[in-house]
């Protein structure tokens, strides 16, 4: 099960992983999540690169092609092509998903403030942080502030930069960017302004 996850700037998307059963050995192939790979080295708790890993043992993984989130089932497979398909099999399916949601078009805070309606109004957030923990911990903590006027409703949480396609997903679900030690790359600003898809940015969130 993958522990933390997190985008390294030098080794690129790097996994903590804790293998329950079987042993991990570089080369194996792998699917994780909704991503795919090989495995290019494994790293003990003192960074030390290690041959193998058996059960009870955390490691950290080199080789992913996308960062996946905490609680995703790492599961080493004999075939690579199979690998392959399943992830974007199950890629497609979750954006596919994402893609069922109600297009509301661009929101701000401002405008969210501003607007007023009978029930319960709705603030839409798709969180995107350094690391996986940081992510789960705003996502659980801004739904924990829900009240009885507004309720809030992350749409989606990742970790990695703000791109384009976060833009594109915030602008089709009403949703407001938050962005805890990321920023968007020069795409995701310029389809930002774009589609008028509000990004908060934050160093320190208290």
Do not use: W
């Not at 199979?82 to 949601?101: F, G, K, T, Y």
């Amino acid at each position: 099960s993958v522990v933390e996850a997190q985008l390294d700037q030098g080794k690129g998307a790097v996994a903590t992983i804790l293998v329950q059963s079987g042993t991990l050995r570089v080369g194996d192939d792998f699917i994780c999540g909704l991503h795919s790979g090989r495995v290019r080295a494994l790293l003990d708790e003192r960074g030390k690169p290690v041959k193998e890993a058996g059960p009870a043992i955390p490691v950290q993984v080199l080789g992913l092609t996308g960062v996946p989130m905490a609680g995703d089932q790492f599961i080493a497979v004999l075939d690579a092509a199979e690998a392959r398909e399943i992830a974007q099999r199950r890629e497609r399916l979750d954006r596919e998903a994402r893609s069922r949601r109600t297009a509301k078009g661009a929101v701000s805070l401002e405008d969210f403030m501003a607007s007023t309606g009978a029930g319960k109004r709705q603030l839409k957030l798709l969180i995107k942080a350094d690391q996986g923990g940081p992510a789960e911990a705003l996502a659980d903590a801004l739904q924990q502030l829900s009240n009885e006027e507004v309720q809030v409703e992350v749409v989606a949480r990742a970790v990695g930069a703000v791109t384009e396609s976060d833009i594109l997903l915030a602008k089709a679900s009403g949703a407001i960017i938050i962005g805890f030690h990321v920023r968007p790359d020069t795409k995701a600003r310029a389809a930002a302004d774009r589609e008028g898809v509000e990004i908060k940015l934050y160093r320190i969130i208290y």
